[in-house]
C-alpha cells in the first residue's frame, strides 16, 4: 500500500491566451501506511488544490500520482474505481457533506448501497459506524440542520469509513468548527488512525494542528514545498 506524488505542478489559466499561472512546481511526498503527512503554507498557495490532486479529484498540469506502484493516468477503470474508493477526501465545512433536506440516514444509506451488501450488514456497518464517532443511533433521524457542527463533521468521517479507505485527505477538517470541539474530531482522527492504519494527508494553516498530529511536515509556500521538521 503506497501514495506517491512526484514532481507535480498545476497551473491555472492556460489556454489561447498563454501558459497560465502555476500555482506550484515539481511538488513530491509520500504518504506513509497509518501516518500523517501535514501539508500547511499561507492562503491561496495550493494547498487544497494538491489535495485534490492526489485525491484523483483533479489532473495536475504536469507530474505523476503512484498508488500501490501505478501510475494514476495508466490506470485501467476498475484499478481506477479501487483508487476513488481507497482514496477520500474530508473537507472543511461538514454542513456541505449532507443534502440538507434528507434524514441522516439517507444519506449513510446511500454510501452503504455502493457497497453492494445486504441488509443485515448494512445495519451492522451502521452501529459500528456510530460507535467509532460516539454518535448515538439517534442522529440518523435527524436533518443535517438539527445536528452541531462537531457530530456532522463526525458523521462525515464515519461516512467515508464505510468506504474502507486507506488514505485520507482532510483538508482543514477542524476549521469550520468551535474551538471546543476541534480537539475533540482531531482525537477521533487519531484513535480512527491507529485503530485502522489509514494514512492522512492533512491540511491546515494552522501550526499547532499539524505539530499535533503530523509524523512528518512539508510547507507550500512560493510555489515549492519545502520538508519541515516536526
Ligand atoms: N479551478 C480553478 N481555476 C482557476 N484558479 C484556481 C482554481 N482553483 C484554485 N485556483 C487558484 O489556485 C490558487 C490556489 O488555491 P487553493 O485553494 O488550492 O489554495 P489554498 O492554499 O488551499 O488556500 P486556502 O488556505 O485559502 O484554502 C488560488 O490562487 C486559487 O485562486
Redesign the pocket.
Known amino acids: 500500500m503506497s501514495l506517491k506524488a512526484e514532481n507535480l505542478s498545476?497551473a491555472?489559466?492556460s489556454g489561447l491566451l498563454g501558459r497560465g499561472?502555476c500555482?506550484f512546481r515539481d511538488v513530491s511526498f509520500e504518504l506513509e501506511p497509518g501516518k500523517t503527512f501535514g501539508l500547511m503554507?499561507?492562503?491561496?498557495?495550493?494547498?487544497?488544490?494538491?489535495?485534490r490532486i492526489i485525491s484523483g479529484l483533479e489532473s495536475p498540469t504536469n507530474g505523476k500520482i503512484f498508488f500501490n506502484g501505478n501510475p494514476l493516468s495508466r490506470m485501467k477503470k476498475t484499478e481506477y474505481a479501487t483508487f476513488r474508493r481507497k482514496v477520500q477526501m474530508m473537507f472543511q465545512d461538514p454542513t456541505d457533506a449532507f443534502n440538507p433536506r434528507k434524514r441522516i440516514e439517507h444519506s449513510i444509506f446511500e454510501v452503504l448501497n455502493l457497497l453492494e451488501i445486504s441488509r443485515t450488514e448494512h445495519i451492522r456497518c451502521t452501529k459500528e459506524m456510530l460507535k467509532t464517532t460516539g454518535l448515538p443511533e439517534e442522529v440518523l433521524f435527524r436533518y443535517p440542520s438539527q445536528l452541531s457542527g462537531g457530530q456532522l463533521q463526525r458523521l462525515a468521517l464515519g461516512r467515508i469509513l464505510l468506504l474502507d479507505p486507506e488514505y485520507i485527505v482532510l483538508?482543514?477538517p477542524t476549521s469550520a468548527l468551535d474551538v471546543s470541539v476541534q480537539a475533540q474530531v482531531l482525537n477521533l482522527l487519531k484513535k480512527v488512525q491507529a485503530e485502522q492504519g489509514i494514512s492522512y494527508l492533512l491540511?491546515s494553516?494552522d501550526e499547532a494542528v499539524i505539530r499535533f498530529m503530523s509524523d512528518s511536515c512539508g510547507e507550500?509556500e512560493n510555489g515549492q514545498m519545502d520538508l519541515i521538521e516536526v
Open positions: 498545476r491555472y489559466g499561472k500555482i503554507g499561507p492562503s491561496g498557495e495550493g494547498k487544497s488544490t494538491l489535495g483538508d482543514e491540511i494553516h507550500l
